[in-house]
């Protein structure tokens, strides 16, 4: 399949780091190694030369087996015969094969991914990519915020892709993620081709127009390719009812009691309380915090309200309250969280 050709030169050529996992995992083959054990066979300047690489091209999977990175997206091709082990993470993960083909393991699954292959897999899924080959391997990183404050339409639409989302903003599952058979759809791959260019020019305006152009293809997905999309998770069933009390929380932020969702959806107090704790492994009042800290994250740094504005906009009356929820869900007060936030968009708009 054409790449195009500023892409190409930088993501077909083998790097020299990917050389040296090549030869490790061909000497694997014949005898039980690890690749600790590997290093410790070479000349001592080599090992050093080898461990600066792999502190400078390794960012990449470090930050794919970490539980967060700075902005929005982050973008990156795998590394060759990487030696990667299972891991999960708390953000979203979009894997697209630019070009050959590679396997992406579940705990107990593994998927064979083809050329032209999306794979989106949410937070808390174990997974791991044996990318042993020449393919080209590109993967999406989607903050889980900033996907439920930009992507929240899809939530308002019952299917499997709402559903997904759903499950991975409240759901603890080991085996989930949906697989879209893209083979042949050029607006797709165009589409990505121009993020990836967008992504190695670091123009003025090329994290908006990443973000933009990401939530395109995914649009596209669900118009063309989710009918035969293959889904994956331990509790796919019943998610499409959680996505529909997530869009009531919304547009009730303010009001909403276990009491009022239960008549909304016409179940008994009890029966909906039992419903969410099966099938979330949390409880009503922990979908209710979410979608509090979730839209006050997004008043923070969008709208200069003051914070006993936006305290009383997401359904608290004691801003003493408010301020310790949000500081034990994010990690920071509500003024740190403005400032940290508000400094880093401004920072991604320079050149």
């Known amino acids: ?23 490790f995992f061909l000497d694997r083959l014949d005898q039980e190694l690890t690749f600790e054990a590997f290093l410790s066979g070479l ?57 050959g083909s590679c396997e992406i393991e579940l705990s107990d699954k593994k ?10 897999i949410p937070p808390g899924t174990m997974h791991k990519v044996s990318l042993f080959g020449s393919g ?24 499997h892709m709402s559903s997904f989302f759903s499950q991975g903003m409240y759901m603890r599952n080991k085996n989930s993620y949906i697989l879209f058979h893209t083979f042949g759809d050029e607006n797709i791959r165009k589409i990505l081709e121009t993020i990836l ?5 670091h123009t003025e305006y090329s994290n908006l127009l990443i973000e933009t152009f990401l939530s ?8 063309n390719h989710l009918e035969s999309a293959e889904c994956c998770s331990d509790s796919f069933i019943a998610t499409p009812l959680i996505a529909q009390i997530q869009t009531y929380l919304r547009a009730n932020i303010q009001s909403a009691t276990l009491k009022s969702v239960a008549e909304h959806f016409n179940y008994s107090v009890s029966y909906l309380s039992r419903m969410i704790s099966a099938k979330t492994n949390g409880t009503f009042s922990d979908m209710l915090r979410s979608e509090r800290i979730r839209k006050a994250c997004a008043l ?21 309250q408010f ?12 003024s740190a969280y403005r400032a940290e936030h508000t400094q880093h968009s401004q920072t991604k708009k320079q050149p």
Request: net charge negative.
């Open 136 to 159: 080209i391997l590109i993967s999406f990183l989607i903050q889980k915020d900033y996907f439920t404050n930009s992507f929240s339409s899809f939530l308002t639409v019952q299917n």
């Open 323 to 334: 301020n310790q929820i949000f500081k034990a869900e994010t990690g920071l007060s509500p």
């Open 216 to 223: 395109s293809a995914l649009t596209l997905l669900l118009k």
């Open 197 to 201: 260019l967008e992504y190695t020019s």
């Open 300 to 320: 923070l740094v969008n709208t200069n309200l003051k914070i006993s504005d936006i305290t009383e906009q997401v359904g608290y009356t004691n801003q003493h």
């Open 1 to 23: 399949m054409f790449i195009h050709p500023n892409l190409a030169v930088k993501l077909i050529p083998f790097s020299e780091l990917e050389i040296i996992f090549k030869k």
């Open 43 to 99: 000349p001592q300047e080599q090992q050093r030369k080898i461990s600066c690489m792999l502190e400078k091209e390794c960012r990449h999977e470090k930050i794919s087996s970490a539980d967060s990175f700075p902005g929005n997206v982050e973008i990156y091709r795998h590394l060759r015969y990487y030696p990667s082990e299972l891991h999960s993470h708390n953000f979203f993960e979009c894997f697209y094969m630019l070009e």
């Open 111 to 120: 998927l064979c991914f083809k050329e032209e292959d999306f794979c989106l």
